[in-house]
């Protein structure tokens, strides 16, 4: 079956390299670095090397906590994170700005044997750590050949996703049986990587509770609420196609009916979209303003007459959610499996979701036994919660600081983590 794989793989290149040069044309970096897609490198020494595989932005932040303990623990080595997409690579050159000399950044190639062992020989690593979700047949089984180990950290697993990979058994079985060790987020997704064929995963937590809210997010979050008077602010986070139409139609018809409307904030998910999420907002006639018009300072008025901010900016989530009354999380109206609601909890925001969080399952249901969440049934439903939140300010806040002490509560991942790749470490 991965000979059949390989086939497909080597068929589909020029496609893929296609849509590379496609991408590119509203992303630029998807047309920056292609060589290290093929395996092809430029020089690097033979420093002790760690490697991390976070495939986009969200596994990139994700990784955070953990890329910094093992920069700490093994100082005598360097860490190479390599990405999938553009914006994971950006994200992590911002995030990890500070520690440049020790971090070097790539592409991982396509899963063809032939370049993932060109990229295996280029750069040795001594181990191979995969962020979440990814496992990737070729890559595991080169891994293999090399003598480097593969684990899998903060790993997650979706009931959907289980299903899509067994109809793929083998050619995920072989895989799977290959991790050396797992860490798994939640009892659940251990249950289902059990299914899946992983031996023995263990549960640890997830890592990204681990993550500092940035001090300099917090001030920028401060300014900018400054600069909108008295509103209350209730923030749309991490939106996805299909649920910013079903978000403004709903304000339409609440937010006009109100004496004193708060401001709508909307975060699309993936940057390639704030233009169109930008003309949906015009064809409404929404007053609108977009973060990338304030000044660097974010010191400049609102007017009163603008009803929306479109947050077009990459890496700045935790500013929006520390401006934000109230915020709803994304990628949950629609069946998209939403996304988790940390960085909400960690900034003390009331937070609502919709009814679809099947990729963070246990943690949702967590958040609301805690009374940090509540789940709505649609976009009406949302927006009317979120009103009602921002007209109660006891019960907001209580929200706010049942959020807090969930996220505090689940703290630790990181070091459980370390602890099961240490022996693989030398």
């Not at 086939?7 to 060589?35: D, M, T, V």
Request: charged residues 20%; positive net charge; glycine residues 6%.
């Amino acid at each position: 079956m991965r000979l059949l794989y390989s086939f497909i793989w080597g068929l589909s290149l020029p496609f893929a390299l296609f849509r590379l040069w496609w991408r590119g044309r509203k992303e630029p970096g998807y047309r920056q670095h292609i060589a290290e897609r093929l395996g092809f490198y430029s020089r690097y020494d033979s420093t002790p090397t760690i490697w991390v595989h976070a495939v986009s932005a969200g596994e990139t932040r994700a990784a955070e906590p953990l890329i910094r303990a093992l920069l700490a623990t093994y100082p005598q080595h360097q860490l190479l994170l390599t990405h999938m997409t553009a914006t994971g690579r950006e994200t992590g050159g911002k995030l990890f700005a500070d520690v440049q000399n020790r971090l070097r950044q790539s592409y991982l190639p396509y899963d063809i044997n032939w370049m993932i062992r060109r990229f295996l020989m280029h750069y040795s690593p001594q181990l191979c750590i995969l962020i979440e979700t990814e496992v990737w047949p070729n890559l595991i089984a080169q891994c293999q050949q090399h003598h480097i180990p593969v684990t899998l950290v903060n790993g997650r697993l979706s009931a959907k996703s289980l299903r899509k990979a067994q109809r793929m058994a083998s050619l995920i079985l072989p895989a799977a049986h290959a991790i050396s060790a797992v860490a798994a987020q939640s009892n659940p997704d251990a249950e289902r990587l059990k299914e899946l064929g992983i031996s023995h995963p263990i549960i640890t937590g997830n890592i990204k509770f681990d993550v500092t809210p940035p001090i300099v997010m917090a001030e920028r979050g401060a300014a900018l609420r400054r600069s909108l008077g008295d509103r209350a602010v209730i923030l749309c986070a991490s939106t996805r196609d299909g649920e910013e139409e079903l978000i403004l139609d709903a304000f339409l018809e609440q937010f006009p009916l109100l004496e004193q409307p708060p401001l709508l904030m909307i975060t699309p998910r993936h940057p390639q979209r704030f233009d169109e999420v930008a003309q949906m907002i015009e064809a409404r006639g929404i007053a609108y303003v977009r973060r990338s018009a304030f000044d660097h300072n974010l010191v400049t008025p609102i007017s009163e007459k603008v009803q929306l901010v479109l947050g077009d900016s990459m890496g700045e989530m935790y500013m929006y959610y520390a401006m934000a009354d109230v915020a709803f999380v994304g990628g949950s109206l629609v069946s998209l499996g939403g996304h988790n609601l940390i960085e909400a909890c960690a900034m003390g925001k009331p937070v609502l979701t919709g009814l679809h969080t099947f990729n963070f399952s246990e943690i949702t249901d967590q958040a609301i036994a805690a009374h940090a969440a509540v789940r709505v049934d649609g976009a009406r439903s949302m927006l009317r919660e979120a009103l009602a939140l921002v007209g109660d300010d006891k019960k907001r806040q209580q929200m706010g600081s049942s959020a807090h002490a969930f996220f505090l509560q689940h703290q630790g991942a990181t070091s459980r983590t370390m602890d099961i790749l240490k022996p693989f470490i030398h």
